[in-house]
């Protein structure tokens, strides 16, 4: 009884507006038809919030998001896609065949692992008054190699005709890309791709300017 009391419970995503691992997380809740609460971690304000002792305790990386979720908690955006992908019902966001699997691994990985670390907020608090250009040059740097993995995989979505986690990975990176002001037109794949996802229901409400703490001048 107890367990399933657990598992009734709605998710809380502790996570920040404009972080592109909580919009891939908020993505995903959507795409699956999870009602979720959100606990806005605001990564500027006092310091970052995500720095306090309290936080610390809930995700000891300091970073968002972090997902409380069937009585654990989890804080890489893409254990728990995987995660509700194994657990809840829904739209599958791996697909069963294993080519397109690790397919959809793999440019998940380029942008999780080879893309946004380096351009994060952390990383370029540290870069200092070269922060932009140096975001721009390693997403620049990562779509030349995203392009044309892409162009081998996609039909409509990243990886053939379904939505995956591929495409939940590729919208907000691409989102950081344009604040960066990467010419994302360089790119016609990666912007075909982003352009049809960001039509798409789950991919709108998700979206950084539709937030409970998203700024009111950066509200759409």
Same mark, same amino acid.
């Given at each position: 009884m107890h367990l399933s009391l657990v598992c009734m419970a709605k998710p809380v995503l502790h996570g920040y507006f404009r972080s592109s691992?909580?919009?891939?997380?908020?993505?995903?809740f959507v795409l699956k038809g999870i009602e979720y609460d959100q606990v806005p971690v605001n990564l500027i304000k006092d310091g970052g919030q995500q720095l306090t002792e309290q936080y610390k305790a809930l995700n000891p990386m300091q970073q968002v998001p972090a997902v409380e979720i069937d009585g654990i908690t989890l804080s890489q955006s893409l254990a728990v896609i995987q995660y509700l992908d194994e657990t809840r019902p829904?739209?599958?966001l791996l697909p069963a065949d294993p080519k397109k699997r690790a397919q959809v691994r793999m440019i998940s990985d380029v942008i999780a692992s080879g893309i946004q670390p380096v351009q994060?907020?952390?990383?370029? #608090?540290?870069?200092g008054a070269?922060?932009?250009q140096w975001a721009k040059h390693f997403i620049e740097r990562g779509f030349q190699a995203l392009e044309p993995i892409l162009k081998q995989t996609a039909?409509?979505?990243?990886?053939?005709?379904e939505i995956s986690m591929a495409d939940i990975c590729l919208v907000? #990176?691409?989102y950081n890309a344009e604040r960066f002001k990467v010419e994302v037109e360089q790119y016609p794949t990666i912007k075909r791709?982003?352009?049809?996802?960001?039509?798409i229901e789950a991919f709108k409400v998700s979206h950084p300017s539709h937030q409970p703490d998203t700024p009111a001048d950066l509200r759409a």
């Open positions: 691992c909580s919009w891939r997380v908020r993505i995903a829904g739209p599958q994060n907020l952390y990383v370029l #608090q540290k870069i070269e922060k932009a039909g409509k979505y990243c990886v053939g005709d907000p #990176q691409v791709l982003n352009q049809t996802l960001l039509e």
